[in-house]
T-cell receptor, first 112, second 117 residues
Framework: AQSVTQPDIHITVSEGASLELRCNYS??????LFWYVQSPGQGLQLLLK??????LVQGIKGFEAEFKRSQSSFNLRKPSVHWSDAAEYFC??????????FGGGTRLMVKP | GAVVSQHPSRVICKSGTSVKIECRSL??????MFWYRQFPKQSLMLMAT?????????EQGVEKDKFLINHASLTLSTLTVTSAHPEDSSFYIC?????????????FGPGTRLTVT
């Protein structure tokens, strides 16, 4: 069975600082990996995805993530955080049957 | 492209009544639609998967007679919460997947906040 772990429930960073959100997955085959962002009371917006190829993927809003098979990780990064980035971030792993399994989420707070 | 809408965005109903939530793919045909439930400050939990014209597949622990799912067309799925109770209050999110390579990606609706009084 596939599973996703986001070790950090809350993270607080200062505006302008760099950000890294951790994601570890467990999946028997080549994973399809996603990062979503959710603002309060809203649905999920896709930030980026990894299916195959280059292990460093670029997403929207200046985010990137790196797939590391040896570490079973897919960490999300941003070099300079903006106040508008404060939200809940979800990592997810998918399989060929369209099934998505979500991590528990990381709530990002941004200090001015 | 790949826009999914949900209606209503918020609904308040009395205990014992039923409420229907619609999920529509606006600019693509969704061979598969998913329904998730999200409790406050928690992750999304998959409730069921539905394919157009087929019966929905429910996750373990989800009552199929309570949460009725209909996927009558390639652009519309509905979730009906029957005989709602306060514990059914939650944020319900649908998603839709198209066929082909893009089937690995789900497009999410904005969610529906259900409050049962």
């Amino acid at each position: 069975a596939q599973s996703v772990t986001q070790p950090d429930i809350h993270i607080t960073v200062s505006e302008g600082a760099s950000l890294e959100l951790r994601c570890n997955y467990s999946y028997g085959a080549t994973p399809y990996l996603f990062w979503y962002v959710q603002s309060p009371g809203q649905g999920l917006q896709l930030l980026l995805k990894y299916f195959s190829g280059d292990t460093l993927v670029q997403g929207i809003k200046g985010f990137e993530a790196e797939f590391k098979r040896s570490q079973s990780s897919f960490n999300l990064r941003k070099p300079s955080v903006h106040w508008s980035d404060a939200a809940e971030y979800f990592c997810a792993v998918g399989n060929a049957g369209n099934m998505l399994t979500f991590g528990g989420g990381t709530r990002l707070m941004v200090k001015p | 492209g790949a826009v999914v809408s949900q209606h209503p965005s918020r609904v308040i109903c009395k205990s014992g009544t039923s409420v229907k939530i619609e999920c529509r793919s606006l600019d693509f045909q969704a061979t598969t639609m998913f329904w998730y439930r999200q409790f406050p400050k928690q992750s999304l939990m998959l409730m069921a998967t539905s394919n157009e014209g087929s019966k929905a597949t429910y996750e373990q622990g989800v009552e199929k007679d309570k949460f009725l799912i209909n996927h009558a067309s390639l652009t519309l799925s509905t979730l009906t919460v029957t005989s709602a109770h306060p514990e059914d209050s939650s944020f319900y999110i649908c998603s839709a997947a198209a066929g082909g390579m893009s089937s690995y990606e789900q497009y999410f609706g904005p969610g529906t906040r259900l409050t049962v009084t």
